[in-house]
């Protein structure tokens, strides 16, 4: 196979595993969440726990591929959590309660935290060298998961029951890993992080290591990675509460299936973000391109509460999808670029921080419907965009290559 195709393997072997365990096995929760509130009787309080729980497992599956990679970030772990994600889904009919609905979702967050490292780590280290659209195009295997499972779930809202939206998208998840279970080696390479982004850079020679950070020389990008941090765990706490309950809040006020379409929507925008906000990122610096992307993405959020219809709620939909992994893509590489040790796995730690304090910090509200909650999320975001706006203050553009390689744990 020429050297084109087989990244464009890896790129859809890395894009089936990211929608497996991202788009469908983490999100497929929101549009089901109207269905199980219809028909199982689940509470909004015990909604938000969910919700929260699974945002606790995928913290724990970050934090134990960091800790213990040769365990957790390789082929078998891929394999494993593929099979367990599809279990938890599976089961999810099966038992009842919140405190068993915790547990799965809680398990199924830290099985996708380890399907997304090791598949972050084989499509960077398969597709360095090649041209860097394509790592944008894996990563929206992200919103093609969202977009398949919210079309199924959209066709069972009428003539199904939750049981079985939990069901077919077990089912979409199980056929999703069969392209997915030759990714991965048995040692990839963790990739670095250059100055355009995730994936590129080159390793500096040991002299200027012993020199620089590890000696304990502070890295000349700190002080804005700070600012950065704030930023970046600011939009995991408020974007996650448009992820968690917007179809619900959309679903109060706009007849029909509009919720449903609006998700669907939203990872059809999903899908080239990433890409597009790497094009982007050659031509504009990452730090305007992160302040238009979160002031977009709060708007976005907004629009559904100010404006009523269903065409409001469509377009809410469509510029969520169209950031949030741009956010991701711009934000992980502005931290890579910064030279910080670990840069990508402290900001992804405060972003998942973020996204388990977001259903908490909006449960008091959800006794008045789900709409007080999107403004508090939009809130959330638009102070994010405020702290990546101090980014732009000298903004250090050309530090070169980073001294050392880092992982990466969007």
């Not at 393997?9 to 089901?32: D, E, H, K, N, S």
């Not at 809040?249 to 929507?265: C, D, H, M, R, T």
């Not at 999808?321 to 670990?342: E, I, M, N, Q």
């Amino acid at each position: 196979m020429s050297g084109s195709g087989q990244a464009w393997r890896v790129v859809g072997q890395g894009a089936a595993a990211l929608a497996a365990g991202m788009g469908v096995g983490r999100f497929v929760y929101t549009p089901i969440l109207p269905l199980m509130q219809a028909q199982a009787g689940l509470s909004p309080q015990t909604g938000a726990d969910l919700a929260t729980a699974n945002y606790v497992g995928y913290l724990l599956g970050a934090v134990a591929a960091i800790v213990a990679p040769g365990v957790f970030a390789s082929r078998r772990a891929l394999r494993s959590s593929l099979v367990i994600l599809v279990a938890t889904l599976v089961l999810m009919p099966a038992v009842h309660g919140g405190p068993a609905w915790a547990s799965l979702r809680l398990v199924a967050g830290v099985v996708s935290a380890l399907i997304f490292v090791v598949a972050a780590d084989a499509m960077l280290a398969g597709l360095r060298g090649h041209a860097h659209h394509l790592t944008g195009w894996a990563f929206g295997g992200i919103g093609a998961g969202i977009a398949l499972s919210g079309v199924l779930v959209l066709v069972l809202r009428d003539v199904g029951t939750w049981q079985q939206a939990w069901w077919a998208t077990a089912a979409l998840t199980a056929l999703l890993s069969v392209p997915a279970w030759r990714l991965g080696g048995a040692a990839t390479p963790p990739p670095r992080v250059g100055r355009r982004g995730l994936g590129e850079g080159t390793a500096p020679s040991p002299r200027v290591e012993r020199r620089g950070l590890d000696r304990g020389a502070p890295p000349p990008g700190r002080r804005w990675f700070g600012v950065l941090l704030v930023s970046y765990t600011l939009e995991g706490t408020g974007y996650i509460i448009a992820g968690t309950f917007l179809v619900t809040a959309i679903e109060q006020s706009a007849p029909g299936p509009a919720g449903g379409l609006a998700w669907v929507l939203a990872g059809v925008a999903a899908l080239p973000s990433s890409a597009l906000w790497a094009w982007l990122s050659r031509t504009w610096s990452r730090p305007a391109l992160l302040v238009a992307a979160l002031a977009v993405q709060a708007a976005g959020i907004a629009l559904p509460v100010l404006v009523g219809g269903v065409v409001p709620a469509l377009v809410s939909a469509a510029l969520f999808g169209a950031t949030f992994l741009g956010v991701a893509t711009l934000a992980l590489a502005a931290g890579g670029h910064l030279r910080v040790p670990r840069a990508v796995a402290i900001l992804t730690t405060g972003y998942s921080v973020g996204q388990i304090l977001g259903p908490v910090v909006v449960t008091p509200l959800l006794r008045s419907g789900y709409r007080p909650a999107l403004l508090v999320g939009a809130g959330l975001v638009a102070l994010a965009a405020v702290a990546a706006g101090a980014l732009r203050h000298r903004f250090p553009h050309h530090l070169g290559p980073l001294p050392r390689r880092v992982r990466a744990l969007p």
